[in-house]
C-alpha cells in the first residue's frame, strides 16, 4: 500500500510518504521497486528490508516459523506525494511485482528451453551453401548458449515462433503454449512489429527468415524487472533437416555484470568476432597499433560488441585507432536492421566533455534522426577521448535522410570551447606560428564573465592591449608615456590599428566599486573612451603594445615578446560609451 501517515487514521504521522510491500521473497524485489519509483522522479529516503519465516492459516499471519516459507517485507518512505497520485504509484508498483513474480516462476522452464535450443543446433545438418552457417560458426552459438546458461543472462521472458516461406513473403506465427515470464503478460510487447503478425514489413519478414544461426539485438521494452534498461533478445534459429529456417526460440533478459566486466577474448562469439577483426586488420603482431587494436575492442561498448557485424566493426575500430594520433570529435553511427534506432557512438575530447555537452549531444542526435534517446552511456577514464553511446529510438520507416559527416560537424562545433574560438580567431589574423603564441600567452586572461558576454572571436575583433613593467617604463613621466604610445602604437589582435582612446581607457577615474566576483572596477570619463577591461598588474606601466607578439615601434625596435606574461588586457568595444575597467590584481 501507499500512503501519507495520518495519526488520527493510522495512529502514527510522518512527514515522507510511505510504502509497503509484503511479498514472497525472490530476487530483483528492491531493485525494481526503486527502479519503478525513479520511472516517476520519486527521491527515495529510506528503505527496510527484512525477510522473515512465517506461518500463515489461510493467508492471515499465525507467527513466526523458522521452518515457514520466507516473507520480504518492504518498508520505502520518499519524498511526500499528492494524495491523487497515491492510487497510480500503487498500480504501477503491483504491475513490477507482477512482472518480477511472472519471471522468477517461470526461470527454471526458460532455462530448460536454453538447453534445448542446444540440442537442435548439435543436430543440425552439413552446411549446404555459401549463405549458410559454418561448422565453426555453429559450434561457438552452442559454446554461447552454455555460457548463457552459466548466469551470465538473466532470463525475463521465452516465446517460439514459427516461420514458413522465405525472405519477403515469410510468414510468422506464435507457437501456442510456449509464453514462458514476461511473455505470458498479454500486454507485453518485445518486438512492436510483431504486434500484427499478418502486417509484417517485407524487411522483417526477410530479417527473422536469414539463415543466420543467432541473432542478438536490443528490443524496443524497457524492463521493469532488475535494471531500467532496454532487454536484449536472443534469437536462436530453428531449421529443417534441408537446413531452410522453420523458426526461432527467442529469449529476453539482460546480460549479467559478468558480460560486461569479462575479457571479449574469454566469451563465446565475441571471441570468434575480435579474432577475425584483428586478422583482417592485418597489423604486425606485438607492435604499437596491434596492441591498441586489441584494447578498443576488449573496451568496445559491451552491448553494441554482441551486435555488430565483422566489417563494420573492422572499420569503425580501425577509425578509432586513428584517433590516438590525431584527436577530434568522432562519431560512429548503427542502424538497426529493423530501424527500431540507430547506434551513436561518440568520441571527444576528454577537457570537452561535460553534462551540458551531453545534453546538447541528445538533442543534436535526438533531431538528427527524429527519436528520441533511450539508453546512453559515457566512458570517461584516463585516455585523452571520452566515449558517448546513445541509443535513439526510431519509428520503423521513418528515420529521415541524414548525412553523417554534417552530423559529427554540428556535434564538433558543439563541443568547442571559448578558447577554441579564440585560437582559431588568433590564427586567422595572424597566421599560424604567431596565432598559436598568442594563443599561449593569452588563453587564460579572459574571466568567465567576459566569456558569458562575448565570443573569441569579438575578443580579437574588438582588440587586446597589454601592459608591461620595465625599468625604463618606471622612469618615464605619464606625458612621456603617451607620446610613446602615440608614436609607436602596435596593432590589436585583429591586426587593425588601435584607436588614440584605447591609450587614455584606463587614465583616469571618478568612482569605484567592487564587482561580485571581489575584482576592483572603475567608471573613468574621457573624450571619446570605450569600454574596456583590464586583467593583470594596475600597477604597471601601458605601453601600448598589441597582441601580435614582439611589436615593433616606427623605428624597427622591439616593444615586446609573446614569451613574456602578459600581465594586464583591455579589451576595447566602439568608443562610444564610458570606460568601465575592471582591474584584477
Not at 515 to 526: F, I, K, L, Q
Amino acid at each position: 500500500r501507499v500512503y501519507n501517515p495520518d495519526l488520527e487514521e493510522h495512529g502514527w504521522k510522518c512527514d515522507h510518504t510511505i510504502i509497503e510491500v509484503v511479498n514472497d521473497d525472490m530476487p530483483f524485489l528492491v531493485d525494481s521497486v526503486t527502479a519503478a519509483l525513479t520511472r516517476r522522479d520519486i527521491p527515495i529516503y529510506l528503505i527496510v528490508h527484512p525477510i522473515l519465516r512465517l506461518r500463515r492459516d489461510g493467508g492471515r499471519l499465525a507467527g513466526l516459523d523458522a521452518n515457514g516459507a520466507a516473507e520480504s517485507f518492504l518498508h520505502v518512505e520518499v519524498a511526500r506525494q499528492p494524495g491523487d497520485r497515491l492510487a497510480g504509484i500503487a498500480a504501477e508498483l503491483d504491475s513490477v511485482l507482477a512482472d518480477v513474480r511472472l519471471a522468477v516462476n517461470d526461470w527454471q522452464p526458460m532455462r530448460d528451453k536454453l538447453r534445448e535450443a542446444v540440442r537442435e543446433l548439435e543436430a543440425l545438418p552439413e552446411p549446404r551453401s555459401p549463405d549458410y552457417h559454418t561448422e565453426e560458426e555453429v559450434a561457438e552459438v552452442r559454446e554461447f548458449l552454455r555460457w548463457l546458461y552459466d548466469d551470465n543472462f538473466t532470463l525475463l521472458g521465452y516465446r517460439a515462433y514459427a516461420i514458413s516461406g522465405t525472405g519477403r513473403t515469410a510468414k510468422v506465427s506464435i507457437e501456442s503454449g510456449t509464453d514462458l515470464g514476461v511473455f505470458r503478460d498479454p500486454d507485453f510487447r518485445v518486438y512492436r512489429e510483431f504486434d500484427d503478425l499478418d502486417k509484417l514489413r517485407p524487411e522483417v519478414r526477410a530479417f527473422l527468415s536469414r539463415p543466420a544461426a543467432l541473432e542478438i539485438n536490443k528490443t524496443g521494452a524497457v524492463s521493469t524487472i532488475h535494471r531500467p534498461v532496454s532487454m536484449d533478445a536472443i534469437s536462436v534459429r530453428r531449421f529443417d533437416a534441408k537446413g531452410k529456417v522453420t523458426g526461432q526460440h527467442v529469449f529476453v533478459g539482460l546480460f549479467t555484470s559478468n558480460a560486461y566486466n569479462r575479457s571479449a577474448l574469454g566469451i563465446p562469439l565475441l571471441r570468434l568476432k575480435v579474432r577475425r577483426v584483428i586478422e583482417q586488420a592485418n597489423l604486425t603482431p606485438g607492435s604499437h597499433d596491434a596492441k591498441a587494436l586489441v584494447n578498443i575492442l576488449e573496451t568496445f561498448p559491451r552491448d553494441e560488441l554482441f551486435q555488430v557485424d565483422d566489417d563494420h566493426l573492422l572499420a569503425t575500430s580501425l577509425e578509432i585507432l586513428n584517433l590516438q594520433e590525431r584527436q577530434r570529435v568522432a562519431l560512429f553511427l548503427r542502424r538497426d536492421p529493423l530501424d527500431r534506432f540507430v547506434s551513436c557512438l561518440t568520441y571527444v575530447p576528454r577537457d570537452r566533455y561535460d553534462t551540458d555537452f551531453r545534453h546538447r549531444l541528445q538533442a543534436i542526435m535526438e533531431k538528427a534522426f527524429g527519436g528520441t534517446c533511450g539508453d546512453w552511456f559515457t566512458q570517461l577514464g584516463d585516455a585523452p577521448m571520452a566515449r558517448t553511446h546513445m541509443f535513439i529510438h526510431t519509428a520503423p520507416g521513418a528515420i529521415p535522410d541524414y548525412d553523417a559527416a554534417a552530423i559529427e560537424a554540428e556535434i564538433a562545433q558543439a563541443a568547442r570551447s571559448w578558447a577554441d574560438q579564440l585560437q582559431d580567431a588568433l590564427v586567422g589574423a595572424h597566421g599560424e606560428e604567431t596565432g598559436l603564441a598568442l594563443f599561449q600567452r593569452y588563453q587564460r586572461a579572459f574571466g568567465s564573465g567576459y566569456h558569458e558576454r562575448f565570443t573569441g572571436e569579438v575578443a580579437v575583433g574588438d582588440g587586446v592591449t597589454r601592459t608591461q613593467s620595465s625599468s625604463s617604463s618606471r622612469s618615464t613621466s605619464s606625458s612621456s608615456m603617451s607620446s610613446l604610445s602615440s608614436s609607436s602604437r602596435s596593432p590589436p589582435l585583429s591586426s587593425k590599428a588601435s584607436s588614440p582612446e584605447s591609450s587614455t581607457s584606463s587614465s583616469s577615474s571618478s568612482s569605484s566599486r567592487s564587482s561580485p566576483s571581489g575584482a576592483h572596477e572603475t567608471d573613468g570619463s574621457g573624450a571619446g573612451a570605450a569600454d574596456a577591461l583590464a586583467v593583470g598588474d594596475a600597477s604597471a606601466s601601458a605601453t601600448g603594445i598589441g597582441l601580435l607578439g614582439a611589436t615593433r615601434s616606427s623605428d624597427g625596435s622591439s616593444l615586446g615578446d609573446a614569451t613574456q606574461p602578459a600581465p594586464t588586457i583591455a579589451v576595447q568595444p566602439p568608443a562610444t560609451r564610458r570606460a568601465r575597467v575592471v582591474r584584477i590584481g
